[in-house]
């Protein structure tokens, strides 16, 4: 496949000189530092970047991520935090229990302790929770005061309000609200259904669900492959 874009830079995942390149136009998925492992997206690029900002200490503290990648951030956290803690949600799983060696947790009734964490992560997992606001909720309990959660969710430029596109009713089925949609999930082949596009209002939204102080940073960083839709990375302080 061609190239169609191609630059030199430094990855704030590997650490290294490298060269950011991308067979396809779409660089939210495609634009790859050429020397990571697994390589890395833009997204995951920027949420490191703000993770060394802002926590500069976080190979000391004490870390969940909910839902974690093969690659990129993840695997930088796991191999160099001793106190990084991912989960994942299996339906059929005990909440707290291991499943192959992962804790199964519900990102919306978690079963940590509250004031247990310095950070927690969450990569694009947000659009997918059927009620953000008590995933919101239970992030800002389980973190310790001065605690950060950083993670990424598509923002859509186009939208002043956040639309929820699926909702459970009161039986436990799905109700969907728009036509489906479902992104990649790494321990489901048949992908994770999209329930909410955010809009220009999701900071409020989170102000709204919890006390948390919210902020959204928006990259275009050529030096560190940071160019693409939707690579906002959202900051909320407890």
Known sequence: MPVVAEWPGFCPICKQETVFRAEQEWFRDHLLCTRCQNGSIPRERALMVMIDRLAPNWRAARIHESSPATRGVSVVLQNECPNYIPT????????????????????EQQTFRDNEFDLVVTQDVMEHVFDPAAAYREIY?????????????????????TECRAKLAADGQIQHLAEPEYHGNPIDNSGS????HYGYDLHELIA??????VEIVR??????????????VLICRK
């Open 141 to 161: 309990r389980t973190l310790k005061p001065g605690g950060l959660h950083l993670h990424t969710t598509p923002i859509y430029k186009q939208r002043v309000e």
């Open 208 to 213: 709204q669900w919890t006390p948390f102080s």
């Open 88 to 107: 994942q949600f299996f339906p059929d799983i005990p909440p707290g229990a291991l499943h192959q060696g992962v804790r199964c947790e519900n990102l």
């Open 193 to 196: 259904l999209v329930t909410f």
């Open 219 to 232: 990259f275009h960083d050529r030096r560190s492959g940071i160019v693409a839709e939707f690579s906002e």
